[in-house]
């Protein structure tokens, strides 16, 4: 049996996994120190996963394709950049098959009939999974990086159901 991942790569971003038949094994926000993307941490994280349960191992990591925005500085898509390849990196370092997906092709396929914005993905998330815990501890709200993540974990799964 394999784990599907999703990564939502930013700062406020998040990891989620789901088993094959879609129940949430985990959700972690992005693992972050010195206000960057912590590799050691996210490495760790994707380790430990690889350690829960003999008989499964990661299949698929999702990660959402990202790029520019606009009107945002070049500081900061730098170090949002930095960030992505971090990610990617460690993917890599641990040998997972990582598939890049842009976030109108997963929102398309995850979240129909809902906005496709981070509403529609919480949206989605607490409607599918009324388990999961979104809300972080010492939090009210969602955490919409975590959301995104499950979404991305969902599309990927849904990849490997196809004919």
């Known amino acids: 049996m394999h784990l599907t991942i999703g990564i939502d790569p930013g700062l406020h971003g998040g990891v989620a996994a789901l088993d094959h038949a879609g129940t949430v094994v985990g959700l972690w ?3 972050v120190a010195g206000g960057e993307v912590h590799p050691a941490g996210l ?4 380790r430990s996963l690889r350690c829960m349960d ?3 191992d990661i299949g698929r990591v999702c990660i959402e394709k990202v790029g520019a ?3 945002q500085g070049v500081a900061s898509t730098f170090k949002f950049g930095t960030g ?3 990610v990617r990196g460690v993917c890599a370092a641990l040998g997972a ?3 890049l997906v842009p976030s109108p092709i997963w929102k398309k396929r995850v979240l129909l009939g809902l ?5 529609g993905a919480v949206q989605f998330c607490t409607s599918r999974w009324p388990t999961a815990d979104l809300v972080l501890p010492g939090c009210r709200v969602p955490h919409d990086g975590i959301a995104d993540a499950l979404c991305l974990a969902e599309y990927g799964r849904l990849l490997e159901q196809r004919p």
């Open 29 to 31: 926000p992005m693992p």
């Open 43 to 46: 490495a760790d994280l994707l």
């Open 54 to 56: 003999s008989h499964q």
């Open 69 to 71: 925005m606009p009107k």
């Open 84 to 86: 992505w390849g971090m």
């Open 97 to 99: 098959s990582v598939v």
């Open 115 to 119: 906005p496709h914005d981070k509403a």
